[in-house]
């Protein structure tokens, strides 16, 4: 039985020459998730900074459990996502090994977890829900696409691969294989890595400039 998507159920092709008008705002909406993710980001900003709302304040409140928790999701995102990328050779061969072993999409997964580290830091319940309300969106859409895509480029590999293999909660069977850092670092890791910290710097500087 599958455990996700059967990609293979769905011709990309049929279904655009059936649905044109809902196939071309499927890849509308896909080449502007990351200009919407920055856009919700920035509102976010904005809207803490109109309202006064005040995120936490690592050096008082670095014991209580909302930073505790908002750090380590933080933490543990980022890390996944580099786990990911540093065995993720894209287009050269079907990645099924260490986190792709236990889901599909752990950069998927990671980014999650990584945005929800931040709206526990950032202590605004709306940033929650916004939050939630984009990654049903954009990466419902996105994972449909990847899917899709996957099953057209490797066929009965990937079928077999997503029968067994979790969608997103990471629940598969380990299975190891080589990690690189130098590829994670190729695959957009250091970008990763300067954005979280950059994020965090300008959550303390909010938490420490805001008016109380």
Not at 65 to 78: D, F, K, M, R, S
Not at 90 to 95: E, F, S, V, W
Not at 170 to 191: D, E, H, I, K, W
């Amino acid at each position: 039985m599958s455990r996700g998507l059967s990609p293979m159920r769905i011709d990309w092709h049929e279904f655009v020459t059936r649905r044109p008008r809902l196939g071309k705002a499927i890849i509308v909406l896909k080449r502007f998730r990351t200009k919407a993710a920055i856009a919700l980001v920035a509102l976010s900003t904005i809207e803490a900074f109109w309202d006064h709302e005040r995120p936490y304040d690592w050096d008082e409140q670095w014991r209580t459990a909302p930073v505790i928790v908002g750090l380590l999701l933080t933490a543990g995102g980022t890390a996944f996502r580099l786990w990911a990328y540093g065995h993720l050779q894209k287009k050269d061969h079907l990645a099924r090994s260490g986190p792709y072993a236990l889901c599909r999409h752990p950069l998927y997964l990671g980014s999650i977890t990584l945005a929800y580290g931040f709206c526990f830091l950032l202590r605004d319940d709306k940033n929650f829900i916004a939050a939630t309300a984009y990654f049903l969106v954009f990466y419902t859409i996105a994972i449909i696409w990847e899917e899709v895509r996957l099953g057209e480029r490797y066929g009965d590999e990937h079928a077999c691969y997503a029968a067994e293999t979790p969608l997103l909660i990471p629940m598969g069977t380990y299975r190891s294989g080589a990690f690189s850092l130098a590829l994670a670092m190729r695959n957009q890791g250091l970008v990763l890595v300067v954005l979280v910290v950059s994020a965090l710097a300008g959550v303390e500087l909010m938490a420490e400039y805001m008016p109380r």
